[in-house]
């Protein structure tokens, strides 16, 4: 690999030779639809776990056979994942915040603007300025978009009163400034929606780490998770962690026991359960349910849930046989929401449009995703499984996952495996961070 | 390229890659003409047509470098490159028996098969 990532000087020097047509690109804007193109194009839009590693790995393989644009609005990506460890005041923001220059430096082509409509047919991409670029194929990995609607009372603009933290950036911040100004002895609500949404075990990660943050600075505080479920993963271990690390301090609230919040009132800072239940929070960090990313709806690639159907074996769109879908905003069957998820699904997409565009050999899909949650200092569980492609979904195979009761020493190994997992995912995503 | 007109499940005899299940879990490998067997509904072994191929190690070792990197290893987790062939391909083997712990290593060794797990190895030792 490092061989391949030398040869991306080639690249780069090819990509320059390519012409004048990327100079005055680079000056005016960007590409209008250009048909007759000498290297297959394609376009990936969203930076963030799946698509920035799609188009690090279709550059990376497809070398100066294919044109790689990143369509991404923002210059820098704060990752969701370990975001809950900066609520805790374990990391900062720059530690969990990476930019685009590996991809550059790779050649993929970074276009800083919203994309704001897909044209099939024509094969286009209409960004936010009416500027279009054309496409042989097209990856869409936009995530998720809130369905504020989904709870009463709440919205954008309530979210800047009841943060749902749950797309890291200012979200977050305002979610760790809340905690720090919140008195000793207040009540921090999580509200958290049915599946399927973003990393299923985070809500309750969340509710550890904030639980160890109250533990050292507000110890007379409690947490209140309302759930819409009646079960969540790695249930046993967290529950066990609970009264491990935080006895009498966190409260679960299942569905069946009326914990799903149906209202929300930010003036009055007080949310409602659909069981008629009003609880005042000092804090109400307020998760609702989700859908894929807007793009993905104005491309036709939702059904009625929300979400993208795909194909088991390629991610490609059900609906559009030329557009891939990845990460949270797919169907991915057995596969959860995940960073880890889309990373796999991502090397799956990038191995798939290659084959098709240069005849490079496609093999066998391979899907792989693995968890960490952290607990307290020193203690961390794992969930993880390999995944392969059904004939109508992708099915898990050989699930593993922590156990109740381990020792110590196994669950410090976790805690210490999971910030390795961050180093290197991060350098999957976003290229290296050392020189 | 020509290539949009080609599309998943329609093979002409290039780079498609389609699953085909009958009776018990019986995946057919089509891209390569290989039939392969997933025991118990799991691994997916295509054998060592696919094995031989570079591409293929490079296409799984992808997947290690989501959880081990190449360099800077704290030791907590081993980097990838640093053990020899020999090591690597038996402790890989021992993960998928279950001789050797670890319940990860053991979910990913399982599926690439023994012919799979040597082409890996070579690939992230270096070896020739």
């Known amino acids: 690999m490092i061989d391949r990532a030398s040869g991306c000087g080639r690249h780069g020097v090819s990509r320059r030779r390519l012409g004048a047509f990327s100079l005055v690109t680079a000056a005016i804007g960007f590409p209008r639809p250009v048909r007759a193109s000498a290297r297959p194009r394609v376009v990936v839009i969203g930076g963030g776990a799946g698509g920035a590693t799609c188009a690090r790995y279709l550059a990376k393989a497809g070398g100066t056979a294919l044109t790689v644009s990143l369509v991404e609005e923002q210059r820098h990506h704060t990752t969701c994942f370990y975001s809950n460890l900066y609520l805790a005041g374990w990391r900062d923001l720059p530690s969990i915040t990476h930019g685009y220059d590996a991809l550059r430096s790779l050649g993929v082509v970074l276009v800083p603007k919203r994309a704001a409509a897909v044209d099939p047919v024509a094969r286009t991409v209409r960004l936010e300025d009416g500027e279009a670029l054309a496409y042989d194929r097209l990856v869409i990995a936009p995530g998720i978009d809130l369905k504020y609607r989904a709870i009463e009372g709440y919205s954008e603009r309530a979210a800047e009163i009841m943060p749902h933290g749950w797309k890291a950036g200012a979200q977050t911040v305002l979610l760790r400034r809340k905690l720090e100004a919140m008195p000793d002895g207040g009540v921090f609500v999580i509200a958290v929606p049915r599946e399927p949404y973003r990393c299923p075990p985070a809500p309750y990660e969340r509710a550890s780490l904030v639980a160890h943050y109250f533990t050292r600075a507000k110890p007379r505080s409690k947490i209140l998770i309302l759930d819409a479920k009646d079960s969540f993963s790695k249930q046993a271990l967290f529950e066990e962690a609970w009264d491990r690390h935080y006895k009498g301090m966190i409260d679960w609230v299942p569905g069946a026991f009326g914990g799903e919040v149906s209202a929300v009132d930010p003036v009055a800072m007080t949310v409602t359960t659909a069981a008629g239940d009003v609880h005042k929070a000092d804090i109400a960090n307020v998760v609702p349910a989700q859908e894929a990313g807007r793009i993905a709806h104005r491309a036709g690639l939702v059904d009625d849930s929300g979400w993208c159907r795909i194909v088991p074996a390629t991610m490609a769109s059900r609906a559009q046989p030329d557009i891939h879908v990845l990460g949270d905003a797919a169907i991915a069957g057995a596969m959860p929401k995940s960073a880890f998820a889309a990373n796999s699904q991502a090397k799956v997409v990038a191995m798939t449009i290659r084959s098709e565009l240069t005849g490079s050999r496609a093999f066998p899909a391979r899907y792989r995703n693995q968890c960490w949650s952290l607990l307290a200092s020193g203690d961390a569980v794992k969930i993880g499984a390999s995944y392969v492609p059904g004939p109508e979904r992708i099915e898990s195979v050989d699930r593993f996952v922590s156990k109740v009761g381990e020792s110590q020493e196994v669950r410090r190994q976790t805690r210490a495996e999971a910030d390795a997992w961050y180093d290197a995912i991060t350098a999957e995503v976003f290229g290296s961070t050392r020189s | ?128």
């Open chain 2, 1 to 128: 390229m020509e290539g949009q007109n080609r599309r998943h499940g329609q093979p002409d005899g290039r780079c498609h890659v389609t699953f085909r299940l009958t009776g018990r879990a019986q995946r057919r490998c089509r891209t390569f003409g290989v039939v392969a067997h997933a025991t118990g509904g799991n691994a997916v072994d295509c054998g060592a047509g696919i094995a031989a191929d570079a591409g293929y190690s490079e296409y799984l070792a992808a997947e290690c470098a989501t959880f081990h990197r190449s360099e800077h290893s704290d030791g907590t987790v081993p980097p990838l490159g640093a053990t020899p062939y020999p090591s690597l391909v038996a402790a890989l083997k021992e993960y998928r028996s279950g001789v050797r712990e670890g319940a990860a290593m053991r979910s990913v060794a399982r599926t690439p098969g023994g012919a799979g797990i040597e082409a890996l190895a070579a690939y992230l030792s270096g070896r020739p």
